[in-house]
């Protein structure tokens, strides 16, 4: 399933948007020119990590500081919260994200 994220001008470098697609919440992060789509929530208490700092790959998470990469979704303080990664595209200036079945 494809969703649309946003314009691609409202994703400036390190900046972020997550949206909300039934259960799940996913972020898309532009950090180093490029897109990366992970989940949108912390696997701790599941605070948004859209609202995180972004530095190079890294974004912290706001509520209790928890990194992950957001190219790879590895958690750099707990090896079991690994967040899924999904595709992104960007067609006629609007983000996609693609979702599994
Ligand atoms: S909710 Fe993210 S570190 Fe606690």
Redesign the pocket.
Known sequence: MRVRICNVNELGEGSAKSVQILARRVAVFRTGGQLYAIDGD?K????SLAAGEINGAVVT?P????KYDVTTGACLNEPWAQLRTYEVAVEDGVVWVELPA
């Open positions: 912390c701790h208490m599941k605070a998470c509520m209790h500081g928890w």
